[in-house]
T-cell receptor, first 116, second 112 residues
Framework: DGGITQSPKYLFRKEGQNVTLSCEQN?????MYWYRQDPGQGLRLIYY???????QKGDIAEGYSVSREKKESFPLTVTSAQKNPTAFYLC???????????????FGDGTRLSIL | GEDVEQSLFLSVREGDSSVINCTYT??????LYWYKQEPGAGLQLLTY?????DMKQDQRLTVLLNKKDKHLSLRIADTQTGDSAIYFC????????????FGQGTTLQVKP
């Protein structure tokens, strides 16, 4: 079955440590997205990528970095510069190109990141 | 800027209809979506509506769009306990990037 796989499900970060969250999709989607979800809030866009080797900042990119070396993979690194990293992180993908009809985003099951 | 607002909580009895409301600010929205999130899980796409439509029905789900008032609603007929979840509306306002703006989510509680 095609889908989006996020790992790990739970992750703990020590002070001053960088951690990387994995997102892999086998849907052959061009576009991929990273969101952050805090309790009682909607999803906020961190980074997105419409094509391999290209990505753009979303609304809350500070303290995060991404790479898109392969179409199926879009890892997110939470750096030590992100002072409040505790949240639920969701990865999504959609078929591209945008602008040509409806391309809903499909989501993984998320990674919950906590500070030790 | 773009904004999507939802009420935070709705409680209904099993078998009743649920209506979850959403308002948005960007009149250039192309598609509007409803997603469901169960505890500890990702978002599941429920349904969507194109901005030139007024209504869309999909089994127990009915989506109504009032473009003049920028108001979107999701009606769930014969609500079941398995429908208990958080429901997010989202608008796609940027057709060049596919970016979505999400509301803060409505928690639906279904009482037996």
């Amino acid at each position: 079955d095609g889908g989006i796989t996020q790992s790990p499900k739970y992750l703990f970060r020590k002070e001053g440590q960088n951690v990387t969250l994995s997102c892999e999709q086998n849907l052959n989607h061009d576009a991929m997205y990273w969101y952050r979800q805090d309790p009682g809030q909607g999803l906020r866009l961190i980074y997105y990528s419409q094509i391999v080797n290209d990505f753009q900042k979303g609304d809350i990119a500070e303290g995060y970095s991404v790479s898109r070396e392969k179409k199926e993979s879009f890892p997110l690194t939470v750096t030590s510069a992100q002072k409040n990293p505790t949240a639920f992180y969701l990865c999504a993908s959609s078929i591209d190109p945008p602008g040509q009809g409806n391309q809903p985003q499909h989501f993984g099951d998320g990674t919950r990141l906590s500070i030790l | 800027g773009e904004d999507v607002e939802q009420s935070l909580f709705l409680s209904v009895r099993e078998g009743d209809s649920s209506v979850i409301n959403c308002t948005y600010t960007d009149s250039s929205s192309t598609y509007l979506y409803w997603y469901k999130q169960e505890p500890g899980a990702g978002l599941q796409l429920l349904t969507y509506i194109f901005s030139n439509m007024d209504m869309k029905q999909d089994q127990r789900l009915t989506v109504l769009l009032n473009k003049k008032d920028k108001h979107l609603s999701l009606r769930i007929a014969d609500t079941q306990t398995g429908d208990s979840a958080i429901y997010f509306c989202a608008e796609r306002f940027d057709s060049n990037t596919g970016k979505l703006i999400f509301g803060q989510g409505t928690t639906l509680q279904v009482k037996p």
